[in-house]
């Protein structure tokens, strides 16, 4: 019989585990996600037995950072810092490469759980010291955290500091080791769009790339976007870390996942 040939990814690929097979357990969905070779994103770790989680055998690409708290007011800040030690912790123990921050906490369907129309100077100010102490207790801990651009328009109005842009300027000014970009491109098209270049301008401050395509949040190929495209940019320009599809997947979730590897896949 011929040698299978095992194809290979440029990039570490990821998947979020809430987002396909939603009607199976989640340790399930970990497991099988292992099994076909990709890591393993979440979203809100209190919804899960964290023991079966770790029995799952899966490695875990990033999951949410925090559970309650914001960056831009003390109050805030102070509830931030205290919710992201909690779960800093919990994703030492999952082994978790990163854990995933936003401009404010996010409550039902996404949306802010405290909107807000006009970001202020002091309040960028406010957010970047947040995040400086976010660095520092990272360092304490031994994780990484990372910001996440969101977008304004469709999924998460009245969100601060939510474009890419923004989280570019916050973590750049931060500029710490343990403080880095998730960088969601599904977010990226329907806010601002040139994602090419603005891969390029937050290359140093990467941790995560996460994909999905538009409109429909779904796996590449069913959307505007041109994920091979993308995919030849990143790996031309050195990039060759994490990339994870937070998407939903429009039929078949193996033939979803396939068609991601396929993307990224050079």
């Given at each position: 019989?011929?040698e ?22 989640i ?17 809100n770790?209190?919804?899960?037995d ?25 109050e ?13 912790r919990?994703?030492?123990r ?27 100077g ?31 328009p ?7 500091f939510?474009?890419a ?26 806010g ?20 999905a ?47 991601f ?6």
């Amino acid at each position: 019989m011929a040698e299978r040939t095992a194809i290979m990814s440029h990039f570490t690929l990821a998947a979020c585990a809430e987002m396909i097979w939603r009607d199976r357990p989640i340790e399930w969905r970990c497991s099988r996600l292992t099994e076909m070779g990709f890591q393993v994103g979440l979203w809100n770790w209190p919804d899960h037995d964290l023991a079966k989680l770790e029995a799952s055998g899966a490695t875990f690409s990033i999951m949410n950072g925090y559970l309650t708290g914001r960056l831009a007011d003390d109050e805030g800040a102070d509830e931030l810092l205290r919710s992201a030690r909690e779960t800093a912790r919990v994703g030492k123990r999952l082994g978790v490469a990163r854990l995933n921050l936003h401009g404010t906490g996010l409550g039902e369907g996404g949306l802010p759980v405290r909107r807000c129309e006009v970001v202020t100077g002091a309040m960028w100010l406010k957010a970047r010291e947040t995040l400086g102490r976010i660095a520092e207790m990272a360092e304490e801990e031994d994780v990484v955290f990372t910001l996440e651009n969101l977008n304004l328009p469709v999924d998460h109005p009245g969100t601060p500091f939510g474009r890419a842009g923004d989280t570019l300027a916050l973590v750049s000014s931060v500029n710490h080791p343990r403080l880095r970009l998730n960088l969601d491109l599904y977010h990226v098209q329907i806010g601002e769009g040139n994602l090419i270049e603005t891969c390029r301008a937050c290359l140093p401050w990467i941790g995560e790339v996460q994909v999905a395509d538009v409109p429909g949040r779904c796996e590449p190929g069913t959307g505007e976007i041109n994920y091979p495209g993308i995919a030849r940019a990143l790996a031309g320009m050195g990039y060759s870390g994490p990339v994870g599809l937070e998407g939903f997947a429009r039929g078949d979730p193996e033939a979803a996942l396939a068609a991601f590897r396929q993307a990224f896949t050079l």
